[in-house]
């Protein structure tokens, strides 16, 4: 009887340590949707006025390039584009991380999606003379995701290595198909980042110490993004870099 007793009170145990852990993960989900939900709700909230500050800027600026204001039209006009970028980079943050946002699963051509990112920092690589290398192969990379998503992730890498790499550097943007997976590599000899660095390095927010990478305008979302859209697509991202030498990042993507 005492020893069934005793069985009795440790299963009792058990079972209320199994409850009271269910109940903690439960109020950590709880906490979780509610970070997602109060990030999407402000984030669109201010969405509004500030297309309407912005719009009635660009308006202001079509009345009199003379105007001796202009300088301070120009100043509030780029304030609110740094905001806007915040607050698109959070809506589409609460997106992705959003669980009851379904996924969608097109086949998406990570060499096509390489190919537009590029066309589109060619300007910027051009005026810092920066060289680009382009390692795509012929063939289609095709992985099934989010065409939108995964255009964002190429973008977010390849603007970060472009951003942190100075005048004359090279940025090489490499993806090829192995086994299972498409492997994508973004990798520049830029600034770099310290490993102390790197352990915070995909949270919301996150910005370095180094001086160099903070007199870049950013807002410390675009690897959060990054690292929530990988995951969604059941990858994985790696960063390796060394201060002074650069960095790359890999992203590895199931196809199937
Ligand atoms: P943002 O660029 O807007 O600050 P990110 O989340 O894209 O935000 O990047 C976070 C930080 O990681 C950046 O502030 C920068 O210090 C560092 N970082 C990201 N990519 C690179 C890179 N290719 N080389 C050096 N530092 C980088």
Known sequence: ALQIGHDLGAALMTARALERERNLVRE??????????LIA?????????????????????????????????EAMARGTGRMAKVVDDLLLLARVSDPRHPLERTPVDLRLVAEDVLALVGSSARSKELTLRVELGDEPLLVPGDPTELDRLVANLVSNAVKYTGSGGTVVVAAARRAADVVLQVGDDGLGISEEDQIGLFSPFFRTTNPDALSQPGTGLGLSIVATIVERHHGRVEVSSRVGV????????PVA
Do not use: W
């Open 41 to 73: 709700t402000l984030s669109h909230e201010l969405r509004t006025p500030l297309s309407v500050i912005s719009g009635n800027l660009e308006m202001l600026g079509e009345l009199d390039l003379e105007h001796p204001a202009t300088q301070y039209r």
């Open 28 to 37: 950590l989900q709880q906490l979780a949707d509610y970070r997602t939900q």
């Open 246 to 253: 650069g960095t790359t990042f890999t992203v590895t993507l």
